[in-house]
């Protein structure tokens, strides 16, 4: 074994390509979607570096072509979770005694295939797969991938550097170990990025994974699962395993090997599962590391003296972008009475204006939301702002169509909403809705603290104002609103080396994917001290007279 001191390549963000007409990217995206549409690919689970086929399967369709089945995949149950455990659990010791250069080797190496040819199968399944339009594929399934994959090492050193000090003839040494037991990642539909990002940011500080991805994102994970493999991943350091959250998640938690929790879903499974663990906390053992990021009720605030069109861009984006499917989407906003009178026709037009329909369609801005019972949910608020009942507290000023008979689509929408209080101003909505609220100049002290009362979330927000003093107030008065916040600019775009992302609240534990403050929740630390030359009495100085 080499005694070298090795540093891990300092890195960069991985440029986004733009796909533009005549492009090579582009050429080569349209042919890999091409290509994949065209088969029906039979996903198994992978336990222990073998493919388990259950015969229980569920189909992977295209959002926005439901008809259109793009393969299946094999369902696991307490007898796979089982085996899964017993695989990470086989494969801890050997993992964890893998020294570091090689452990991140492999993260590294996974980032150079993504990087390069498997960039563009990928972005296409996450596009088929998950109605992503090229561009928000590319930034998320290629480019935050990989940048988790090129980044995490490099602060993963940095946690294994970071040393205390010593007093003469004595040396002070911390271990970082992994946790005693298998981490459980639980990965959402709407980032393939955040899919890799879960299981294998456990692992390259030495932990073993068990992987539920969810069952509308199986098709990507997949072809991650395959990167990771191919990079030279050991059997069983991840182990693949989909199906239903009860059927894989009852089983796993009342696993005493259970260390440690890694999620990103809604508030509600996150709360149940840390139940869970609270009532099987005796059956452990270790008190599991939870880590999770779950809802939002993200929000952007304008003062007077906001750019107009800046604003309408980011109320477009930050609401529209990936249907409004993003935990960090813009999904109200308090707008002031005499800006809105400007920003409400350049809204209105640039929404009339979005385009919608099959992703493969490079012109198209927005594609269909991930499944029917989304598509149910986010209907049932267009529906109730609609109304009778809505009447003098909101209604729907743009949008607000829906139709499942081709695809889950349903247009961009906004709701003006009277009472500040009204439904779409509170709760997730997770869909393509925005609601605006207007208010008095006179009232903009009160607005901010409206804002922050009224949602139980705290993960993004945005203001926007041309006011320096203003931006201060506001953002002081907003201070526990949001984990990200931004000031004029959209509250979406999280980028892996500059902005750390998680938030607080019903959000989540806050603990920031894409830097060091994520990775030492995967280690056990152990301090060691070596004395070179240590007493041979008991006795001390002053023991030697009255």
Request: a positive charge; proline letters at 6%; one cysteine or more.
């Amino acid at each position: 074994m080499s005694d070298a001191m090795f540093n891990v390549p300092t890195p960069v963000n991985e440029p986004i390509l733009g796909y533009a007409d005549g492009s090579a990217e582009k050429k080569e995206l349209k042919a890999a979607c091409k290509r994949l549409a065209g088969r029906k690919i039979d996903i198994p689970l992978v336990i222990g570096g073998q493919e388990v086929r259950t015969g229980d399967t569920a189909d992977c369709v295209m959002p926005h072509k439901h008809g259109h089945k793009l393969g299946h995949y094999h369902k696991g149950g307490a007898k796979e979770v089982k085996l899964a455990i017993k695989a990470a659990q086989k494969a801890k010791k050997d993992w964890a005694n893998t020294p570091f250069q090689h452990r991140a080797a492999i993260l590294l190496k996974a980032a150079e295939l993504l990087a390069g040819r498997h960039r563009m199968t990928v972005n296409a399944a996450t596009m088929l797969g998950q109605s992503k339009n090229p561009l928000q594929a590319e930034i998320d399934s290629a480019c935050e991938l990989i940048d988790f994959w090129r980044f995490n090492p490099y602060y993963a050193q940095q946690v294994l550097s970071e040393q205390p000090g010593s007093a003469p003839g004595m040396w002070n040494m911390l271990e970082q170990r992994p946790l005693d037991g298998f981490v459980f990642a639980v990965t959402p539909f709407n980032f393939t990025s955040i899919a890799g990002n879960l299981p294998t940011a456990p692992a390259l500080m030495g932990n073993t994974v068990v992987w539920k991805p969810a069952s509308s994102s199986v098709y990507s994970g997949h072809y991650l699962m395959e990167i990771l493999r191919e990079a030279g991943l050991p059997d069983g350091v991840i182990n693949f395993v989909p199906g239903s959250g009860g059927a894989i998640g009852n089983p796993v938690m009342s696993s005493p090997e259970l260390a440690g929790v890694h999620f990103t879903g809604s508030t509600a499974v996150f709360q149940g599962m840390w139940k869970q663990i609270g009532t099987n906390i005796h059956n452990y053992g270790c008190y599991p590391r939870i880590v999770g990021e779950t809802g939002g009720k993200d929000f952007i605030f304008a003062h007077p003296s906001a750019d107009v069109d800046a604003l309408v861009t980011a109320m477009v984006r930050g609401a529209f972008e990936y249907q409004g499917q993003k935990c960090s989407a813009a999904s109200r906003a308090y707008i002031p009475a005499d800006l809105w009178k400007q920003v409400r026709p350049k809204l209105l037009k640039a929404i009339e204006s979005i385009r919608m329909g099959d992703v493969t369609d490079f012109r198209t801005f927005m594609g269909a939301v991930i499944d029917q019972g989304a598509f149910a949910t986010i209907k049932g608020f267009i529906t109730r702002a609609r109304s009778k009942a809505a009447k003098g507290q909101a209604r729907v000023i743009a949008g607000g169509k829906c139709d499942d008979s081709v695809g889950y689509f349903i247009e961009p929408t906004v709701i003006l909403a009277e009472d500040p209080l009204y439904e779409t101003m509170v709760e997730e909505i997770f869909g393509p809705v925005l609601t605006v609220h207007v208010y008095q100049e006179k009232d903009l002290l009160k607005t901010l603290r409206l804002c922050d009362r009224s949602s139980a979330y705290a993960l993004t927000g945005a203001i926007f104002s041309q006011d320096r003093q203003w931006i201060i107030k506001m953002k002081d008065e907003l201070s526990g609103t949001a984990g990200n916040f931004y000031i004029n600019d959209k509250p979406t775009g999280a980028v892996v080396g500059q902005q750390p992302f998680g938030g607080s609240r019903a959000s989540g534990t806050n603990d920031k994917a894409g830097s060091y403050l994520n990775l030492i929740r995967w280690t056990s630390p152990r301090t060691v001290k070596e004395t070179f030359d240590p007493p041979r009495s008991y006795l001390y100085p002053y023991m030697t007279s009255r």
